[in-house]
């Protein structure tokens, strides 16, 4: 389905001086997306931000909003409002003032400031706060005005750089659904920076995890959980569990892959290489632990048998860690649903099979010695 | 009885500041009254008689001295922010690694007494010295043009002595704005001017209040720059140079002592006026 496209980055690099920060970086952005950036602290994501934002000149490349070439434009001139981490509101003026800030910029009649800046603290819900000087309000408050005064202006798109990172676990988690509400009531493109995978995918539509200045992987948070294409991926979203062997061979919609030790586990076939060394993961809440070590594979599920090396009951999940035969380790999420308390784990020792279904099964092309030696993985590039 | 501690505690803490200032202050003004009102001769002595006339008396004979040297000392003050300006923005938003060392260079002068750089200045403002003797043989200037003495002189003077007491305060203020204040203000439609003078420099404004007092007050009563670079002329003088002179001259104690009460009185309200106009609060930031 055809959409247009609010953001296109074509081949956006920026290097401060020897380091590059974004590395050959294309993307586009939908209307009215809710876009995600994720990745750790000198992936890029805040840079390739502020070039969007205008706050810093790519060094080469192309940046679009709409059908507009933007690259050289400053910020004031660019249809984009930015919410900035530590909100960054005008300590010497009241929050009315901060607000309205940018309507005054673009002469606004005075009279429907008034009316806009009323609509838009209701909108984040703190009406009557028009006179407190920022010092004044809490964190949570703070990043609501900081909201309210990049929303008033209607921008095409809506710049988020972690704006939730020095809030509380609690009010993050309530912010990330009022961000999600706004976002859908004022249907303005976002694009949102951030390091928290979780956060990423409770509110995005997509998210593109990056590293090391490029792309990582681009999809919606469904495909990058269920489907990681790199072993970076599978490992930043969530815990995986990853077995190395070599594909053996497929029948049509599955491929079969042989681990080092003989075993051989199936899984979808989507796009995933067809020959040489690949990595086959899959993620802890996917498996079954079956105390019956012998109990064989059935039904056509993927089996692995190996020792208890841990068991560790949590409440809602037990957390198990079991040791293939191979050495490998994996981490199994067992939920307690038949079972009545810690008395009832598996002890230490005992031996087990794992059992899940192909289709809960990644396959990742190539080995491990291969990102290992990845020379992106040290490099730092994020400007502070 | 812990209650009682907390009550007395800040009265405490207030105890050495408020010693400072009666020992240091009040104490020594209460003193100059007092030779302010006495009558006499260094010779004969000096008896208190409660002769208040002086006051009327050495403000009729001076009021002009005192208004030079508010405009001196004002215009002074006007040159070292615009010139400061820059200068303590540079250092704070650009100067990198590099800002200690500008610092630095800003208060090297101070390792030379003020004296002497003011004689320096003397020299290398004279008629025919290194800067006006050049320009004459280039005939850029007339050969009779002479620049010490001249009111401006006094006033450059005043400006090169007192601008690190400007920049210091502008780098302190100036180097605390949080830069994305600058860039949200730009985001939000503002232009760099408008970014400038909305933003940055009303979150500067605690160091221009703190640089014009610190820079306004020595200045007002300064008596070496018009001595110096003034060349001695009564034409240029200020009323710390008629003050020096009563005091040490002409050994006029009770007038020496009433134009100094004065001008601390004159300080004191244009002070309060100015702190009133831009608003207390931004000396506290």
Redesign the interface.
């Known amino acids: 389905m055809p959409q247009s496209v609010d953001v296109r980055l074509d081949h956006i690099t920026k290097r401060f001086h020897e380091v590059v920060a974004v590395d050959d970086l294309s993307l586009e952005v939908e209307r009215g997306e809710f876009f995600s950036m994720l990745g750790p602290s000198g992936c890029g994501k805040t840079t390739t931000l502020r070039m969007i934002?205008?706050?810093e000149e790519a060094t080469s490349g192309t940046i679009y909003l709409g059908d507009a070439d933007v690259t050289g434009q400053?910020?004031?001139k660019r249809d984009?409002?930015?919410v900035?981490?530590?909100y960054?509101?005008?300590?010497?003026l009241s929050v009315f003032e901060n607000v309205a800030?940018?309507l005054r910029?673009?002469k606004v009649a005075a009279s429907e400031i008034v009316t806009q800046v009323g609509a838009m603290l209701e909108l984040v819900e703190l009406p009557g706060y028009e006179a407190r000087k920022p010092s004044q309000l809490s964190g949570g408050q703070q990043q609501r005005v900081a909201l309210a005064?990049?929303l008033i202006?209607r921008p095409r798109v809506l710049l988020l750089d972690e704006p939730l990172g020095a809030l509380d676990l609690k009010l993050r988690k309530q912010m990330q659904l009022e961000l999600k509400r706004i976002q859908t009531e004022v249907g303005i493109t976002f694009i949102y920076v951030t390091h928290d995978q979780e956060e990423a995918m409770t509110m995005s539509d997509r998210i593109a995890v990056m590293r090391a200045g490029r792309i990582e992987q681009l999809g919606n948070p469904e495909e990058l959980y269920e489907r990681p294409r790199t072993a970076f991926v599978a490992g930043f979203l969530g815990v995986s569990n990853l077995l190395e062997g070599d594909v053996a061979g497929g029948d049509g919609s599955l491929v079969t892959v042989k681990l080092h030790d003989g075993t051989l586990l199936r899984a979808p076939a989507d796009g995933a290489a067809t020959t040489g060394p690949v990595r086959i993961g899959v993620r802890p809440e996917k498996l079954r632990v079956d105390a019956r070590a012998e109990a064989g594979a059935s039904n056509g599920l993927n089996a692995l048998s190996g020792t208890v090396l841990d068991a560790s009951y949590i409440g809602v999940s037990t957390q198990y860690l079991v040791q293939t035969a191979e050495g490998h380790r994996l981490t199994v999420y067992a939920q307690n649903l038949d079972t009545a308390g810690a008395g009832e784990l598996l002890a230490g020792g005992q031996h087990v099979q794992l059992t899940w279904k192909p289709q809960h099964t990644f396959v990742i092309s190539g080995t491990a010695e291969h990102v290992a030696g990845d020379p992106h993985l040290t490099e730092e590039g994020e400007s502070a | 009885m812990r209650s009682l501690s907390r009550g007395i505690t800040p009265l405490l803490l207030l105890l050495p500041g408020t010693a400072w200032l009666i020992v240091f202050f009040v104490v020594p003004m209460a003193f100059m009254l007092l030779i302010s009102l006495q009558q006499g001769t260094f010779d004969t002595g000096y008896q208190l008689t409660w002769n208040f006339g002086i006051y009327p008396e050495v403000i009729g004979q001076y009021w002009e001295l005192y208004w030079r040297s508010a405009i001196f000392a004002l215009a002074a003050t006007g040159l070292t922010l615009a010139i400061g300006y820059p200068v303590a923005y540079t250092i704070a938003f650009r100067g990198g690694r590099l800002k200690n060392a500008l610092l630095l260079i800003v208060v090297l002068p101070f390792f030379v007494s003020f004296v002497i750089r003011t004689l320096n200045w003397r020299m290398i403002l004279s008629d025919n010295g290194i800067v006006f003797g050049f320009l004459k043989d280039l005939g850029i200037v007339a050969p009779d043009f002479h620049f010490l003495a001249t009111p401006a002189s006094v006033i450059f003077g005043l400006t090169y002595n007192f601008l690190p007491f400007m920049i210091l305060p502008l780098y302190v203020a100036i180097e605390k704005i949080d830069r994305r204040l600058i860039e949200a203000a730009t985001d939000l439609y503002a232009s760099r001017l408008q970014a400038f003078w909305r933003v940055t420099f009303v979150l500067s404004l605690p160091g221009v209040v703190a640089g014009s007092l610190l820079t306004f007050i020595p200045a007002v009563g300064d008596f070496i720059t018009a001595e110096v670079i003034g060349a001695g002329n009564p034409q240029v003088f200020m009323i710390g140079n008629i003050i020096q002179r009563k005091f040490l001259d002409s050994l006029d104690y009770p007038a020496a002592a009433a134009l100094g009460f004065v001008l601390v009185a004159v300080v004191m309200v244009l002070v309060t006026v100015y702190t009133r106009l831009v608003g207390s609060d931004q000396l506290a930031g």
């Not at chain 1, 960054?88 to 010497?92: Q, Y």
């Open positions: 934002g205008g706050f400053p910020p004031f984009v409002n930015t900035f981490q530590n960054a509101l005008f300590p010497h800030f940018g910029r673009r005064r990049a202006n």
